[in-house]
């Protein structure tokens, strides 16, 4: 299980809640096109498919999404479009005007041994949508607000936020396929 795994990414804090779990990890920043869809699993897989034309060795690509209750859903893996067109507040907006803040986070990763065959693996956490708030984290991190918590992933920070993620849900699920492989 020690051979190098890269981890395609250019963001800073999931790079680090990953390494946590998987040493190996390498991080490679590789300019993936951004595919909308809502499937997550195509979207990965379709980063895959280009990360393979330009790096050799097992890759993962991981697709974090946020699934609004009162939306049926919707964002899913849109949430990127939807917080750069009208930002935290916003969808904290949006959800209280339709008395639904429910949400659930997902984190689907893909990982490709070098075969072109890719594996999943899931974690996902449910949650409220609440006014932003904290200073921590990234991308929606200061309105999601995880089920039985008094705090937003930004008011946990680095230490905290890795116990309750779906990051980590999905990168403990990896690391256990990748022990079982080797062993």
């Known amino acids: 299980m020690n051979e190098t795994i890269y981890f395609v990414t250019g963001n ?3 790079f680090r809640e990953a390494k946590l779990l998987l040493p190996q990890l390498e991080r490679v920043e590789i300019d993936l096109p ?3 869809s809502l499937d997550p699993q195509y979207v990965i ?3 895959l498919e280009v990360g393979r034309t330009k790096h050799q060795g097992p890759l993962i690509v991981e697709d974090t999404s946020l699934y ?3 939306l049926n859903g919707f964002p899913g893996p849109l949430i990127k479009w939807m917080t750069h067109s009208v930002g935290n507040k916003g969808i904290y907006d949006l959800c209280a005007k339709i008395h639904d803040r429910s949400a659930v986070a997902k984190t689907i990763i ?4 070098g075969t072109n ?3 999943f693996f899931e974690g996902e956490i449910a949650g409220t949508i609440v006014a932003p708030y904290g200073n921590e984290g990234f991308g929606w991190d200061d309105i999601f607000q995880p089920e039985g918590l008094n705090e937003t992933f930004a008011e946990m920070g680095e230490d905290l936020k890795p116990e309750f993620s779906m990051r980590t849900q999905a990168f403990t699920k990896l690391k256990q396929y990748l022990e079982d492989q080797n062993s």
């Open 12 to 14: 800073d804090g999931k």
């Open 34 to 36: 951004e595919e909308q």
């Open 45 to 47: 897989r379709k980063k």
């Open 68 to 70: 609004l209750g009162g």
């Open 110 to 113: 893909g990982y490709d041994d």
């Open 117 to 119: 065959e890719v594996q």
